[in-house]
């Protein structure tokens, strides 16, 4: 899978963010790192908007500044998740295709049990009409 994957800071669990999807095999298209969390936000959601990338995974402090971002983007679903229920929620009853992590108060086994839902776990077609909506 390719992931569009973006931080404002580069911090030791980006580090491992990287090398986490990187050894599972996914394509990794870094679009920034260390640049402003809007810049990051958006990149990351125009490379999954216009299909360089399947899915994207943004980082900023708390996760909220690059969803906000990446949502600007016509067709990204961001969603800023903490534990692997909402993680796998956002995919299955919202169709999310960009992940945003805090990279204050994540810790890595908590986003490893993040990244493996999300990029695991299928949108529900039942739910379809409801996101499909959002364009």
């Known amino acids: 899978m390719r992931i569009a994957f ?5 911090t030791s669990l980006t580090d491992h963010l990287e090398t986490w999807l990187t050894e599972r095999g996914h394509e990794l298209l870094v679009i920034g790192k260390g640049i402003a969390w809007p810049e990051v936000g958006r990149g990351v959601g125009e490379a999954v908007a216009d ?15 690059v ?10 679903r961001a969603a ?5 229920a909402t ?10 295709n960009v992940l945003a992590l805090g990279l ?3 810790a890595p086994p908590v986003a490893d049990e993040m990244l493996d839902a999300f990029l695991g776990t ?6 379809a009409a409801n996101y499909r909506q959002l364009g």
Do not use: H, Q
Request: hydrophobic share 30%.
């Open 6 to 10: 973006g931080t404002d800071e580069c």
């Open 51 to 65: 299909g360089r990338a399947d899915l994207g995974v943004v980082c900023c402090w708390t996760g909220t500044g």
């Open 67 to 76: 969803s906000i971002a990446a949502n600007k983007v016509p067709g990204v």
């Open 80 to 84: 800023l998740c903490t534990d692997r």
């Open 87 to 96: 993680a796998e929620g956002a995919r299955k009853w919202n169709d999310a």
């Open 104 to 106: 204050r108060l994540t």
């Open 122 to 127: 299928g949108p529900d077609e039942s739910e």
